[in-house]
């Protein structure tokens, strides 16, 4: 139906719900309500509550996309409420829509979640400036504009959540920081003013909790509702550490190193190389996984393996886009 283009469609709700003082286990409850194409998801919300039943519960503050409160998941998809419109959601996802929060084992009551893991990562890595300023300086510490833009998208986070509760890697392995923190780590690493670099960088390269169990998947990336783009400022950290010579020998850096030195050798990847540059002699226990692979022709003996016609292209290549030391 059409009223001076504004559009109204009947959409089916499946809202999970879950009150943790008096239910066992969650249940979704279904309301069909007419929206139109002028709401957001922050309107149906408040719609289910005022009209539907007060006890629903979910948080809502700025209203304007800044505070980041109101992050829930639109059949399956991490979601902003108040900036996300109806429309936008129909159209991805048609008129069955599920509304849940964006993790349901750590709601408290409906779509509200205890954030308390998010909060305690952030904090983790230091989010703040550390630098030595003098009590009565002579003058302001002065950032170029070039400086200032070094610092990227990453300045624009307004914690929201929605990336770390979409990382798989935050769902299996409860130490790991998740995205947020490693793009709020990144805005200060960026930072001329800051003195902690090293030892922030150290802490962050730290195997399970660190940078190097990303499994590069850019599902932070996809959800993020201000584009911050963590899993970008994930590598830019990853390049930081070499960089500043602080990367350590472990599984991941000599990953990262093996695969530099396959494309210099030949021009393409050799898998089995590069598991031989990663593990060590660990890679004993890998052979029976690798005569497999190779029974299949999934890898080639490294003479097997014919180099590139434009190998000197590629070393070019590598030469002029490589800022690490390795
Ligand atoms: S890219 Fe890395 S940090 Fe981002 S969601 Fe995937 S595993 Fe998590
Ligand atoms: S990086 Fe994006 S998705 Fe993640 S907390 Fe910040 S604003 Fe939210
Ligand atoms: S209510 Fe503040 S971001 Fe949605």
Not at 47 to 75: E, P, Q, T
């Amino acid at each position: 139906m059409s009223t001076n283009s504004i559009t109204t469609q009947k959409v089916n709700f499946k809202v999970f719900r879950f009150n943790a003082d008096d239910d066992y286990l969650p249940y979704y409850e279904d309301y069909n309500m007419e929206v139109t194409s002028e709401e957001v998801v922050l309107d149906i919300l408040n719609r289910i509550k005022w009209d539907h039943d007060g006890s629903f519960s979910y948080r809502r503050s700025c209203r304007h996309g800044i505070c980041g409160a109101c992050a829930i998941k639109v059949n399956g998809r991490s979601t902003l409420a108040c900036k996300e419109s109806m429309t936008t959601m129909i159209e991805m996802f048609g008129t069955d829509l599920v509304l849940e929060p964006l993790s349901i084992k750590r709601s408290v009551k409906d779509m509200i979640i205890d954030k308390a893991d998010f909060w305690d990562k952030h904090e983790a890595i230091h989010p703040y400036l550390i630098s030595d300023i003098e009590e009565d300086p002579e003058h302001e510490h002065l950032v170029t504009p070039e400086q200032a833009e070094e610092l990227l998208e990453a300045d624009l986070c307004i914690q929201c959540g929605a990336c770390h509760y979409a990382c798989p890697v935050v769902e299996i392995n409860e130490d790991f920081f998740g995205p947020a923190a490693f793009a709020k780590a990144y805005r200060f690493e960026a930072d001329v003013r800051d003195d902690a670099h090293t030892e922030r960088l150290l802490y962050l390269h730290e195997e399970k909790q660190g940078l190097w169990d990303c499994v590069k998947c850019f599902e932070c990336a996809e959800v993020c509702p201000k584009e911050v783009n963590p899993i970008d400022k994930i590598t830019k950290l990853h390049q930081m550490l070499f960089k500043k010579g602080v990367a350590t020998s472990n599984v991941a850096t000599r990953h990262a190193v093996g695969f530099k030195h396959s494309i210099v050798k030949r021009g393409v990847l050799d898998e089995g190389q590069l598991v031989l540059y990663s593990e060590g002699p660990s890679i004993i226990k890998h052979i029976p996984v690798a005569i497999k692979m190779f029974r299949k022709g999934k890898i080639a003996m490294p003479w097997a393996i014919p180099k590139s016609d434009n190998l000197d292209e590629i070393q070019k290549l590598v030469e002029s886009s490589s800022t690490a030391k390795f």
